[in-house]
């Protein structure tokens, strides 16, 4: 495996790549949801890139961006058990170089929800995926499902920019008591850890109300929330019943629709989804 720095390293290191060439974009910390993405990555293409890199551009708080875990001595481990062949880990000057003065901006899909809730962090998002995607020219990129919205952020941008990029998403990783693995569970103590899985009884609740044939998005919003209000420790930020291509909320579920929740646990901001179908009658 092969570790580079710099945009020159990358250009050079992929000049001699076969292809086809898999991008797995990550901020580090690597867990087994990100090792899912390789593993697909590694399926269908001859060259795996991952980048590691913690994008403060895609950061709110500061102090977010600070306390964002990171161990790269240990990611690159797990990246080459995982069957990486190039690791992208650069400093922020290399991402952004002096002068840096261009925001990619995607519209009404990255308006609710994550966007709403965090102002520019699909800026930050889509702006860096630009970048990764034209440093990289890559036939596919792996995305988790975890975050539903960033997956169609991203698949608007390289629509609308003709990035040459296909977008894969992948199903959510989850710990055996149904959280999902994400690099920030390990900023939770102990007693947040074990009130974390919450956000998935929430969403389990609203889709099983939904599946028994509820269709008043706003009493689904309710079972989800007392759900989350039944943990002391969950301060919910969002809960959401929207279209799942438009991701406007609904008053009505006709068919699909996605299931979401942000969730504060002792400071930390968790975040999930699950995507339902509503059983017709
Ligand atoms: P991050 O390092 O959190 O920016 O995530 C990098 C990529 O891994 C993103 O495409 C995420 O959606 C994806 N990812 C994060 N957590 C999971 C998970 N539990 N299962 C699958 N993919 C994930």
Redesign the pocket.
Known sequence: MQVVRSRADLRAALAAAPRPIGL???????????V??VERARAESATVVMSIFVNPKQFGEASDFERYPRNEGRDLERAEAAGVDIVFAPTVDEVYPPGFDTTVSVGAIAHPLEGAARPGHFDGVATVVAILFALVGAERA??????YQ??RVIRRMALDLALPTEVIP?????EPDGL????RNARLTPTGRAAAPVLRTALLAGAQAIRGGTADARSVRRTMADVLASEPLAESDYVSVADPVTLVELDTIRGEALLSLAVRIDGVRLIDNEAVTASRR
């Open positions: 797995v974009p990550t901020m580090g910390w690597l867990h087994a949801g990100h899912s993405l792996y995305f988790g499902l975890k975050d960033q997956i992948c199903e959510t990783v989850r999902a693995m994400s690099s």
